[in-house]
């Protein structure tokens, strides 16, 4: 168990030790596992959490779910269970399925974040928006706005 105030999550998801992420599925926590390029066991407890660990498993597939014994949020886990879980994203042909995936999403923000990436473009369509719709950069006049 990670204790937050102690440790920063992002360096330790950053390790190139770390092969997969327990996680409750806090926003947060999958930005920044997939960020670190690392696969997500999902184990969602309240909130949006169920609806995030979703995202991962079903929609992007970037993670494997936790079962319950009923199939619930707030189920019980047998050991064995989490325990196979775990071997399957850490050692097995599904987790490494996970990482080749999981990888794809960093490069793709990574393109899209370079010069002329997607990001970018749409950053610049928003400052050129904005400066027609003030005449100028943030309500300046026309000759100093940057677009």
């Known amino acids: 168990m990670v204790v937050r105030e102690w440790v920063d999550q992002r360096e330790i998801l950053s390790h190139e030790a770390v092969q997969g992420f327990l996680s409750h599925c806090g926003w947060n926590s999958v930005l920044e596992s997939i960020c670190a390029a690392v696969p997500i066991l999902a184990w969602p407890m309240m909130a949006e959490q169920p609806l995030n660990a979703t995202l991962v498993v079903e929609q992007i597939k970037v993670g494997l779910r936790v079962e319950t014994t009923d199939g619930s949020v707030r189920g019980f886990v047998k050991k064995e269970q989490l325990e196979k879980m775990v071997r399957e994203l850490m050692e097995g042909e599904k987790g490494e399925e996970l990482r080749k995936e999981v990888k794809k999403f960093v490069e793709a923000a990574r393109t899209a974040m370079e010069e002329g990436g997607s990001s970018w473009q749409m950053l610049n369509l928003l400052i ?19 677009c």
Do not use: Y
């Open 128 to 146: 050129d928006e904005t400066c027609k719709k003030r005449g100028g950069f943030f309500g300046s006049p026309a000759p100093l706005c940057p």
